[in-house]
């Protein structure tokens, strides 16, 4: 007992630590849980509205509107109020004896067309008119775009510009693809058509799995994963083909890795185009490019492989020309098709690519074999 009747008290100094964790424990900042709720809600708000906007493509420069390109080519306005651009070549229309509508291909427009010599086009009395499509060059865009929708653009524009009852198409790769919706839609007034190495949608039904699939596997896997976003994700298109992580469609890029070698050759005796690659794109890729995409390789109301025979009174033709070289659009599936439908004249070109209309004389050779027949 100390003096002063005091009581001495020891303190452990494992009670001193257990006393100073506890008041440790006592201080810490705990977030209340429904704040933190509140916090996670605002950040997943924020990256999805982030992936919204970056999915989003830009409003197009629509031509002739405030801050667009100018106007510069004839067009007609269509009963819904879209603008078609257009390009007439030939004898006049009024005097001619063969009136030809020119669908131009994936990265074209009206200002491609077909190259005959002056004395052909007299002595068989041809007259052609090429258009953009929509998005295309100076051609308002469509967002409502359909299979449908362009075979009755071209029945207006042949009704407006006066083209009588029946008329010629010629669709050049996925201008090929609106060939087809005119044999669809509008067979009774076409006097015959022509499809130059016509792009195949891989999902048409009628085409057996394993020729679609392999001919599927033969295109870049890039490639490959362009067509799947634009048939499944459509929505997904213009980010897919503009993001930098990895490579998205080698025809945007103009690789030379989807050229045969063949297509080489003709491209280098060429002039260069630099000026029409900038026109046909002036109204923004994704109204243009992209939404062709979209529509090619969509889902269709219909399928080329199951189509009647618009000319069953022999009154018309149709030709589908194909180089068996061709990287763009497999031949095992054109062969498919022609052999599908027997009242298509078939013809194919052994060693050609995709870009064989360009080459020496070859368009006559097309356009004498769809209007008079000859070989």
Known sequence: MAAGGGVNRKISAASARAHTRKAKQNTSFNLPSGLFTKILLVLSVGALAWAYQAIQPPPPKICGSPGGPPVTASRIELRDGRHLAYEERGVPRDAAKHKIILVHGFGSCRLDTINLS?????????YIVSFDRPGYGESDPNPKQTV?????????????????????????????????????????????????????NYWWSGLPTNLSNQAYQQLLPQDQWVLRVSHYAPWLTYWWNTQKW????????????????????VLMKMPPRNHIAAHLRQQGEYESLHRDMIVGFGKWEFS???????????EGSVHLWQGDEDK???????RYIAQQLPWIQYHELPGAGHMFALADDMWGNIVKALLVGEK
């Open 118 to 126: 002056p004395e052909l086009v007299e002595r068989l009395g041809i």
């Open 304 to 314: 080329p492989v199951e189509l009647d025979n618009p000319f069953p009174n022999n």
């Open 246 to 265: 990895f490579p998205s469609s080698s025809v945007l890029a103009n690789s030379i890795d989807i050229l045969s070698s063949e297509d080489i050759k």
């Open 148 to 200: 449908m929708s362009m075979a009755l653009d071209i029945e207006e524009l042949a009704d407006q510009l006066r083209l009588g009852s029946k008329f010629y198409v010629i669709g050049v790769s996925m201008g090929g693809q609106v060939t087809w919706s005119c044999l669809k839609y509008i067979p009774h007034r076409l006097a015959g058509a022509t499809l130059i190495a016509p792009a195949v």
């Open 328 to 334: 763009f659009v497999p031949v095992t599936l054109q």
